[in-house]
């Protein structure tokens, strides 16, 4: 059995607001205009396009598909709910109403001073499979819906100057679920494909029978999941043997719960949060909540007009910014989070501490004449110049001459330096007490050239090996016969 609504109710709130953000991450890009050219090239993340797209409708991948592991329940039965969300794309056309009382699509009207734009917006869907045993597979096709809905537009006297028409293309998806057991855990996979029957032409015609944002939310009945990015040691060969595809699984819900399991298109952390001092959605693909909102308010009457007019959510957007407080917009402003920080307890339970302003919590590494490390006044007392730092007994600083050993292999480009000598061009250090050493080789006949644009190579104390200063090797000549 399965149900599709809307919006959908289960229980999982706090969930939803991590997977909504999901949902509509890059649905509408500043400055929230149609005229806008990055707001012409749409969708978003989660497209699920229709398999029989041809190529000339650029139609994305019609399927994806997750991995993730349940302990194996103790006893009694048990199910994991399935919630796939997506949008379903509804066309907004504008038409004009002609002197013989039929309609012509336009672009947009103005109403009384008011504009309204035709436009491609969405509606949020929801389909649930209450519960997937994990003893038999679960192979589930469902439609949603098309329709066609038009509303009046009026002047201020009453009169008819035209209308908005809403459709929207009917969607088939079908959702497939089994279970392999793996030393003890419970291998779930659950994939999701658009099946829709009929050949996309063109572009416009794929994202139409698209799901866009799609995302799933499972919810364990009798057993728990185990995260696959921090894995019991017991756990770590079947979290390794998990495969996803173009969805990926993290913990979802309160710090602690593991109940449920969000699989976004995105990578994501464990129990996600959205930040407490967000007062709303963006849409901006991770775009800073304060410049944005600073950008918001910089733009003039006409273009808050244009965005207005543009969807619904745009039109959310303009007035929270106009109406945010000077209060409101400093929420926004210079909060470092400890992510190690402990929990606190709540009679509810467990709850993530507030964030707490951390600029003062630990002191800097290095002496900064007692400015904060972070004010931009501490650089005062940084000088690469000078700076220097002792390896093997052996005062290391500007000019030295070492030999490069690599050990800690960030990089492939690391093992063509091994046994090469380097001259030191700075010795840095980093506000969590790192020590780094940049570097040209002796032998790079384009040294000259990377200390004049400051491209250096940078590699820990320990990987070093000082010379002595004196007796540099001989730099080799290309030979000229």
């Keep these: 059995m399965s149900t599709v609504s809307p919006t959908g109710s289960t229980g999982l709130d706090q969930v939803r607001a991590i997977a909504d953000a999901v949902l509509y991450e890059g649905y509408l890009l500043y400055p929230y205009r149609a005229s806008s050219h990055k707001n012409q090239s749409r969708w978003q993340f989660g497209v699920l396009g229709p398999p029989s797209a041809t190529p000339a409708s ?224 963006l849409f901006d693909s991770t775009e800073i909540d304060e410049i944005l909102t600073l950008r918001v308010m910089t733009m003039t009457e006409s273009e808050k007009a244009e965005a207005r007019a543009t969807d619904p959510r745009a039109r959310e957007i303009i007035d929270r910014c106009d109406g945010m407080s000077a209060a409101e917009l400093q929420q926004l402003h210079g909060l470092l989070r400890d992510p190690h920080a402990p929990e606190a307890l709540t009679v509810d339970g467990p709850r993530v501490s507030p964030a707490a302003d951390l600029r003062d919590a630990e002191p800097a590494c290095f002496d900064t004449g007692g400015a904060p490390w972070w004010d931009p006044a501490a650089d005062a007392a940084v000088n690469p110049e000078s700076d220097a730092v002792v390896i093997d007994g052996v005062t290391v600083t500007k000019g030295s001459l070492v030999r490069v050993h690599p050990s800690r292999r960030a990089d492939a480009q690391d093992l063509f330096f091994a046994g090469q000598v380097a001259r030191v061009t700075a010795v840095l250090s980093d506000v969590d007490g790192e020590t780094h050493v940049a570097l040209v080789l002796v032998d790079d006949p384009a040294s000259d050239m990377h200390d004049w644009y400051g491209r250096y190579f940078y590699f820990a104390p320990d990987e070093l090996e000082p010379l002595p200063v004196e007796s540099p090797p001989e730099h080799r000549e290309e030979s000229t016969s």
């Design 58 to 281: 650029f139609g994305e991948e019609p399927g994806m598909a997750m991995q993730c592991l349940l302990k194996a329940p103790a006893a009694g039965p048990a199910a994991v709910s399935v919630h796939l969300r997506f949008l379903q794309l509804q066309v907004r056309e504008v038409q004009r109403r002609n002197a013989d009382g039929g309609h012509t699509a336009t672009d947009g009207l103005s109403v009384d001073g008011v504009s309204v734009l035709s436009w491609d917006e969405a509606v949020e869907r929801e389909i649930v499979l209450p519960a997937v045993s994990l003893e038999e597979p679960a192979d589930e096709l469902r439609t949603v819906p098309g329709g066609e809905d038009v509303e009046a537009l009026t002047d201020a006297s009453g009169a008819a100057v035209g209308r908005i028409v809403r459709r929207r293309e009917p969607l088939t998806v079908r959702i497939r679920a089994h279970t392999t057991v793996d030393h003890g855990f419970v291998r779930l996979s659950v994939s999701v494909a658009n099946e829709h029957p009929g050949t996309a032409a063109d572009k416009n015609a794929a994202i139409r029978v698209s799901l866009i944002g799609s995302h799933l939310l499972l919810r364990a009945h009798g057993t728990e999941f185990a995260s696959l990015l921090e894995p019991a040691d017991e756990a770590v060969g079947p979290a390794g043997r998990c495969r996803q595809h173009r969805c990926w699984p993290v913990l979802a819900g309160a710090k602690g719960s593991t109940d449920v399991v969000l699989g976004a298109p995105i990578i994501l952390y464990d129990h996600p949060e959205v930040a407490e001092q967000s007062p709303g959605a």
